[in-house]
């Protein structure tokens, strides 16, 4: 049996960030992350696993450090880190919107496979 996880991080009140940097979290097999696009909340994660990032929309900064990232679904953002260093990182049918900087790192391995 092959179970699929997704994680949904939401923050909707003005001004609240998501921050989630341990380095053994693992946010399954997809992740979808919004907040409050007003306010200019920002989302920080970091993930064990590589990251299946779907729709997402985030009204400040966009961090997503794992090894291995893979966008399926339209994101957007103000700004956008994403980095893969240890791993790929692919677009299989995703958009990214962003707003202000990119940074897209990493080390080692493909980069928008």
Do not use: E, H, R
């Amino acid at each position: 049996m092959i179970y699929t996880v997704t994680t949904y991080l939401a923050s909707t009140i003005s001004g609240n960030d998501i921050v989630l940097t341990n380095s053994s979290n693992d946010f399954g097999t997809s992740l979808t992350v919004m907040t409050d696009a007003g306010a200019g909340s920002d989302a920080t994660l970091v993930d064990s696993t590589s990251v299946s990032l779907g729709g997402s929309s985030v009204g400040g900064a966009l961090s997503v450090t794992g090894p291995g990232i893979d966008v399926t679904g339209s994101v957007s953002a103000g700004s956008l880190t994403l980095d893969a260093s240890g791993g790929t990182l692919t677009d299989t049918g995703g958009q990214l919107v962003v707003t202000g900087t990119s940074i897209l790192a990493v080390t080692g391995a493909d980069v928008l496979a």
